[in-house]
């Protein structure tokens, strides 16, 4: 089977929401219909992640045939997950640890995890609206890693 891995970064806060859902939503379409099998990696990390994620929810349960996994992946244990580990596994096909992330500080452990889930990416999709912040350096990291990148907030960058 053919997996393409799909991963997803964008700023804590974004503007024009509704014109990046919008763009998500069909971007999501074109990928499950397209693909034999995706992985999707998110954090959960701030309102681009929160809206990855219901888009992510919403079009595999109107086109998926079985080909999607979804999979959150924490930089390390969070007491939010430990304490509702049942209603995330609800929600996500796969919660994770990042390895790499786990016994680094807070702070290093969430640029460590985003890192990983470059590494493990064959297409990177984000909202990056501002050239500064964790999202920015994890694209810019993207880039030197060579990995395809759709950037939501610049329709320029768009390719599939």
């Known amino acids: 089977m053919n997996i393409y891995t799909v991963s997803f970064f964008g700023h804590r806060t974004i503007e024009n929401g509704a014109e990046i859902e919008r763009r998500l939503d069909k971007l999501l ?11 999707f990696l998110i954090g959960r990390d701030g309102e681009f992640d929160l809206m990855a994620s219901a888009a992510v ?7 998926a045939y ?3 996994h979804f ?12 304490d509702n580990e049942k209603e995330y ?18 702070k290093a452990a969430i640029q460590i995890r985003n890192k990983n889930l470059v590494d493990r990416s064959d297409l990177v ?4 609206q501002r050239k500064n912040g964790g999202a920015y350096q ?6 030197k890693q060579k990995k395809r990148i759709i950037n939501l907030a610049d329709d320029t960058d768009r390719e599939l």
């Open 66 to 68: 079985g080909n999607t």
């Open 29 to 39: 379409h074109e990928l499950i219909t397209q693909k034999e099998f995706i992985d």
């Open 89 to 106: 596994l609800d929600y996500y096909d796969e919660v994770e640890i990042c390895g790499e992330a786990e016994t680094a500080h807070p």
């Open 125 to 128: 999709i984000c909202c990056i």
């Open 57 to 63: 929810k919403r079009t595999v349960r109107s086109y």
């Open 138 to 143: 994890t694209i810019k990291y993207a880039r």
């Open 71 to 82: 999979t959150l992946v924490l930089p390390y244990m969070r007491a939010e997950y430990r």
